[in-house]
């Protein structure tokens, strides 16, 4: 088990920051991984060492960084200089890199009809990240038995997930992960792991 998986475990949902201005909020949250959606290079230091001081992963969506290039030189430079445990990306070949320098990746693909689900797993097979998260999130439950037989990697939904109810469906039906930007879910992952263990356990008849 890497360190994402064993994040997840202990705290499923993955907190997107999309503005700075609500990074106290996550800081304090109970969860283990941040991702930084729209991070800027005049910023990125400072907002790393806040992250590492809680324990936390901090991952970045490169694709979404300001300043810096898609290139082998960036990844280099978030790995060695910033101290980023991991990467987000839509692109198989940023993988591919992100794993030359130790760091824990996170493949970004969006379904929208039946062939970006097939062209998308593709690109996971090609690249096999240690993760692939799926927008949207709601999408999940449709396609796990696609995702469970063809890909055999962690499951993160994110996208159109607006509730408590449809992260713990979601978690029951394919995903072992919710990556969430609304605020007000941040603090759900002790709630959700409650509900999952009682689903678990709970007894299925009168013997």
């Known amino acids: ?13 993955i ?26 290079i005049c910023t990125i230091h400072d907002v790393v060492n ?15 960084m300001k300043g810096l290039k898609k290139d082998d030189s960036s990844i280099e430079y978030l790995a060695k200089h910033v101290g980023v445990d991991g990467i987000v990306t839509t692109h198989a070949k940023l993988i591919s890199i992100a794993k030359k320098f130790k760091l824990l990746t996170i493949q970004r693909v969006f379904i929208l009809d039946t062939a970006s689900i097939e062209q998308g797993l593709k690109s996971i097979q090609d690249s096999k990240p240690d993760a692939v998260e799926i927008l949207p999130g709601i999408a999940v439950p449709h396609i ?5 037989s063809n890909i055999h990697r962690t499951v993160i939904a994110a996208g159109l997930i607006n509730s408590m109810e449809e992260i713990v469906y979601i978690l029951k039906n394919g995903a072992q992960g919710i990556s969430a930007s609304a605020t007000e879910l941040w603090n759900g992952s002790t709630e959700v792991i409650k509900k999952l263990n009682i689903n678990t356990h709970a007894p299925v008849g009168k013997l």
Do not use: C, G, R
């Open 144 to 148: 796990q038995k696609k995702l469970k």
């Open 50 to 64: 806040q992250v590492k001081e809680t324990n936390k992963l901090i991952f970045v969506h490169i694709d979404l």
């Open 1 to 13: 088990m890497n360190a994402l998986d064993y994040a997840l475990s202990k705290h499923p949902i």
């Open 15 to 40: 907190i997107s920051v999309t503005d700075l201005k609500d990074l106290d909020k996550a800081l304090e949250a109970d969860s283990s991984i941040i991702i930084l959606i729209n991070a800027d």
